[in-house]
């Protein structure tokens, strides 16, 4: 018998509908997930190809392989307008060598399955710019991009006002990050049909006249869906066309489920994919407010067990240094005895923790005081009581 059928919620990318991700246990409903996004969003489904799917419907992705996870994401903008039109439509400038452009080509499905990406053939390097004024803070710069005969493509932010570059080159053959240039941070995504996501990170402030460019380089290159978003990696891919557009906060929760958590003792358990730096709760047990709380978090790639009763913080344990990879991750707690388990290996004690009262549970999200973060979560589980340290690891082991 596996140790999450005598759990007392268990939830999985599961079962769906509008405003519901239905538990695995209980099976009577008592256990079923309120989801609330007052936007459409875009998933990876599981032919690989990215799909929108409406309010308030929970986003089952499966970007990270052949098992979907629950993608929960914070709020962002794409503050780029006509995102799939590269040429026509919007501010873009061009410089370089001689190009040609068959827009909507039918040379290569995009990365929805459609033909509306734009395949450009240059004689030598080619830049195809867009200026903007709004944003600041953390910003992110990606593009879909498929090699055809060049398989290469940079993309570059500078700020015209302080100086500031940011530059990185990928391949579009190998999947690789070739070099950067100035302090930032890329990233190279594979999706189907030989497209990659290619992205890159830095801190700045627009202001008019900013650059945000990708050249390519002699030959034939395919490119589809700019995004720019004030944040510090890419999230999933928010499509525009005469104004940008927002994106709300995926908030998936139940309350009033204090007799499916364990109030004196019990087990926190969740199944995660780590791809991002930044703070996030990945699952959090809570009493109406942050006061009386168990949660799993992250802050610049370190992840902490937290626990608060009464508004004091009464036990903190950290595990470092998370990388992107899949993780388990449990804590069994009762008074004066709490455990945390990464990964099949005990992290660390508290033998002077007391425990808080809790009746709701949220997943990649804390309350509107807390950043919300990009989490991919496969399963949650709680028990009633603490299991044992032998249990824990067993429950954890990848």
């Known amino acids: 018998m596996s140790l999450l059928d005598t759990a007392s919620l268990?939830?999985?990318?599961?079962?769906?509908?509008?405003?519901?991700?239905?538990?695995?246990?209980?099976?009577?409903?008592?256990?079923?997930?309120?989801?609330?996004?007052?936007?459409?969003?875009?998933?990876?489904?599981?032919?690989?190809?990215i799909e929108s799917v409406a309010s308030n419907v929970p986003r089952?992705?499966?970007?990270?392989?052949?098992?979907?996870?629950?993608?929960?994401?914070?709020?962002?903008?794409?503050?780029?307008?006509?995102?799939?039109?590269l040429i026509s439509g919007f501010a873009f400038s061009f410089t370089g060598g001689v190009f040609t452009v068959d827009e909507n080509t039918t040379d290569t499905l995009d990365p929805f399955g459609n033909n509306n990406a734009d395949k450009f053939t240059t004689t030598s390097n080619f830049n195809d710019s867009y200026t903007s004024t709004s944003g600041s803070g953390s910003l992110t710069l990606s593009i879909f991009a498929k090699k055809g005969t060049n398989d290469t493509i940079q993309l570059y932010h500078q700020n015209v006002t302080t100086g500031n570059l940011f530059a990185t080159t990928f391949n579009l053959n190998t999947g690789t990050i070739v070099g950067s240039t100035g302090t930032v941070t890329p990233k190279i995504e594979q999706f189907a049909n030989g497209w990659y996501r290619c992205s890159?990170?830095?801190?700045?402030?627009?202001?008019?006249?900013?650059i945000f460019r990708v050249s390519t380089y002699t030959g034939t290159s395919?490119?589809?869906?700019?995004?720019?978003?004030?944040?510090?990696?890419?999230?999933?891919?928010i499509p525009t066309t005469s104004a940008s557009v927002t994106r709300n906060a995926d908030v998936i929760s139940k309350t009033g489920i204090s007799s499916l958590i364990g109030q004196t003792e019990g087990t926190l358990f969740v199944d995660f994919n780590y791809t991002q730096n930044s703070g996030s709760s990945i699952v959090s047990i809570f009493n109406t407010a942050v006061s009386n709380s168990i949660f799993f978090e992250t802050?610049?790639?370190?992840?902490?067990?937290?626990?608060?009763?009464?508004?004091?913080?009464?036990?903190?344990i950290p595990f470092t240094t998370l990388t992107n990879q899949n993780y388990k991750i449990a804590v069994g707690y009762k008074l004066n005895n709490i455990v945390f388990y990464v990964n099949g290996s005990q992290v660390g004690v508290d033998t002077s923790a007391t425990i808080p009262a809790t009746n709701e549970i949220n997943l990649g999200f804390l309350g509107a005081s807390f950043t919300q973060q990009k989490t991919n979560i496969n399963t949650t589980a709680l028990w009633k009581t603490r299991l044992t340290n032998k249990q824990l690891a067993q429950l954890t082991t990848i």
């Open 222 to 237: 395919y490119l589809f869906g700019w995004q720019l978003e004030a944040g510090s990696y890419a999230t999933s891919y």
């Open 60 to 85: 089952l992705d499966y970007s990270n392989g052949t098992c979907p996870s629950i993608l929960v994401e914070p709020q962002r903008t794409n503050l780029f307008v006509y995102s799939e039109k």
């Open 200 to 210: 890159i990170s830095g801190a700045d402030t627009l202001a008019s006249g900013n």
């Open 10 to 49: 268990v939830i999985t990318p599961n079962g769906t509908k509008a405003s519901k991700l239905y538990s695995v246990v209980p099976s009577d409903g008592a256990g079923d997930m309120t989801v609330t996004r007052a936007t459409t969003a875009t998933r990876v489904n599981s032919a690989g190809l």
């Open 299 to 316: 802050f610049n790639n370190i992840l902490y067990l937290t626990i608060i009763t009464s508004g004091a913080l009464v036990c903190q």
